[in-house]
């Protein structure tokens, strides 16, 4: 996180750089990627598999 305040006075800028402690990938399991293609291998829509699976498309 970085925020930055300005003193409107003066101009004078304050940046303070939170440093990350935790870093959580992004995107879904393994287990959950191989289900949802293979629904759509099997004939289901996107939206079919994101009704069952709460996995959306976007």
């Known amino acids: 996180m970085i925020a930055i305040a300005v003193n409107k006075?003066?101009?004078?800028?304050?940046?303070?750089?939170?440093k990350i402690?935790?870093?959580?990938?992004?995107?879904?399991?393994?287990?959950?990627?191989e289900k949802c293609l293979e629904m759509y291998v099997n004939g289901m829509g996107f939206r079919a598999i994101e009704r069952v699976t709460g996995v959306h498309h976007i």
């Open 9 to 18: 006075g003066t101009n004078v800028k304050n940046v303070v750089v939170k």
């Open 21 to 33: 402690e935790f870093y959580k990938p992004l995107g879904y399991e393994g287990q959950i990627k």
